[in-house]
């Protein structure tokens, strides 16, 4: 029997593989599908994404399929500028902030990783049709592509098939619709050269016709047009049509069209993303625009908070654990996708009155040097969460073996991170052990004082910028790399780690921080 069982192998089902292939776990993930669709979809990801194919051992092997984005450009009709974002480089995940990318070079990179792992199989052609809750475990049943049957045991299922997948609606998930529906064609180009006039990355705010051009990864780019009520599917998709429409940046002799879909942009998030043992993630639990080119990226966020607390379960913490995956995500989720359908009416306005308002706002705001906020997305609340919960920073660090990033010098699950040994003060060896045994480990700075010995020196001095703003002496970090709680003195870490004991491991563990 498998440990778990993941139906859907898009970006959100093989992350999550992978990362439960990394601790070992037995996972079979089911795809109906036979090959890799290899043409793109998603167009971006962020430095936590880059953050979390670091600890999969595989950013170096993204970024052939990657460019690097400096910024975010809207225009008017009339191309005047209205807003231009500065991407941070590096982000607070210690990658720059924005990547564009090339699908099929991402999901090639992912399935090699799956494929060099030998407790992890990938079935293709597998169509599933049935889930049955057992006691102790989940039956899922299939029919492959030669009309022959499948069974498949795990100890949970995660449903990553999409937003019409089979998984939500055999658990009885109904959607909270924000009411965003809108129809685009969406194009995607392979370029034959460099065309020096084209956006990287712009959308044009047109009410005659909003566009958002976008670079898709090396050599290729995509065209978003807002489409008309009455246009047909057949008609928008005509090599014709899609050549008129991106005339004015690029013509047949500049690139190939490789890829027409008349999309639906929606934004849905599933009431309930668990049944018992089985789950939601990515698409499956939630569908959202767009604008902020985070839908591929919540899908991985979903893997990494699920695939910690899977494993820590399957290895014996309270199943109660597992309760706090959608409480954690699904505030972070739908900040996301209002921010995105804001965005995208702000954009997409077609009624010229309130467009033309809309430009005076944002041209007078440029003319008075007013730089955009930039977003920050919120802290997890509630949860496995006791303080704090804001992704912990990733610098540059070094020890006497070496320098580089800190998830790689520092790769335990569990963390205590504190600004000198002296903050540990109060730790005693059994709580120290109990720590050890979720698989917790501390990494130690000697930022307050410079006569302390400390394993880690902060090369880059984001950590000495993170506990100096903050008056903290440590922080305990999650295997997600989001901070579980933070504290000001020795006795509020030990505090903080008895809470955390208290959650994740069994009455006989708890004693040892009691006495």
């Not at 607070?92 to 099929?104: K, L, N, T």
Request: aromatic share 8%.
């Amino acid at each position: 029997m498998n440990d778990v069982v993941i139906v859907g192998c898009g970006p959100t089902g093989m992350t999550l593989a992978a990362l439960l292939g990394q601790q070992g776990r037995t996972v079979t993930v089911l795809e109906r599908y036979e090959s890799l669709y290899n043409l793109p979809r998603a167009a971006a990801f962020d430095d936590e994404t880059m953050r979390t194919f670091q600890k999969l051992g595989v950013a170096e092997k993204m970024l052939p399929g990657t460019n690097v984005q400096s910024g975010y450009v809207w225009t008017n009709a009339a191309g005047e500028v209205l807003l231009d974002i500065e991407y941070d480089n590096p982000g607070r995940s210690g990658w720059p902030a924005q990547y564009m990318m090339y699908q099929p070079h991402v999901e090639k990179t992912l399935v090699e990783l799956l494929a060099s792992m030998p407790n992890v199989e990938i079935v293709r052609g597998a169509t599933v049709t049935a889930i049955r809750d057992a006691d102790d475990h989940v039956e899922v049943a299939a029919v492959r592509g030669d009309g022959s049957s499948l069974q498949v045991a795990g100890r949970f299922v995660v449903g990553a098939d999409g937003g019409n997948g089979f998984v939500r609606s055999h658990i009885g998930s109904t959607w909270d619709d924000y009411g965003f529906f809108e129809n685009w064609l969406v194009c995607d180009f392979a370029l034959h050269g460099e065309v020096e006039t084209l956006p990287t990355f712009r959308q044009v705010c047109d009410p005659d016709g909003p566009i958002a051009i976008v670079n898709i990864g090396p050599g290729h780019h995509r065209f978003s047009f807002r489409l008309e009520p009455g246009q047909t599917r057949e008609e928008v998709t005509e090599p014709g049509f899609v050549w008129a429409k991106v005339a004015a940046y690029l013509q047949p002799h500049h690139a190939e069209l490789i890829r027409t879909a008349n999309y639906t942009f929606m934004s849905l998030i599933a009431h309930s993303w668990r049944a018992g043992r089985v789950f939601l993630a990515g698409d499956a639990a939630h569908q959202m625009p767009p604008f902020l080119a985070q839908g591929m990226v919540s899908g991985i966020r979903d893997a990494r908070n699920l695939a910690f607390k899977l494993g820590m379960v399957i290895d014996g913490a309270p199943d109660e654990l597992l309760d706090t995956y959608q409480a954690e995500r699904e505030p972070h989720v739908r900040f996301i996708t209002e921010r995105a359908v804001e965005l995208g009416r702000v954009q997409t306005e077609r009624d010229p009155l309130r467009a033309a308002e809309r430009d005076r706002r944002m041209l007078a705001a440029r003319q008075a040097n007013q730089k955009p906020d930039k977003l920050i997305y919120p802290a997890l609340r509630g949860g496995l969460i006791a303080s704090d919960g804001s992704l912990f920073p990733q610098g540059l660090v070094s020890t006497p073996e070496g320098t580089g990033l800190f998830d790689d010098l520092a790769p335990a699950d569990w963390l205590i991170v504190v600004s000198e040994p002296a903050a540990l003060s109060a730790l005693d060896d059994e709580v120290r052990a109990a720590f050890a045994a979720v698989g917790g480990e501390v990494a130690d700075f000697a930022i307050t004082s410079m006569f302390q010995r400390a394993r880690f020196s902060d090369t880059g001095g984001v950590y000495t910028r993170y506990f100096r703003s903050s008056g903290l002496v440590a922080a305990v970090v999650r295997p997600d790399r989001y901070t579980y709680g933070v504290a000001s003195t020795p006795e509020e870490l030990r505090s903080l780690l008895a809470t955390l004991l208290s959650a994740v491991t069994t009455t006989e563990k708890e004693a040892v921080l009691a006495r």
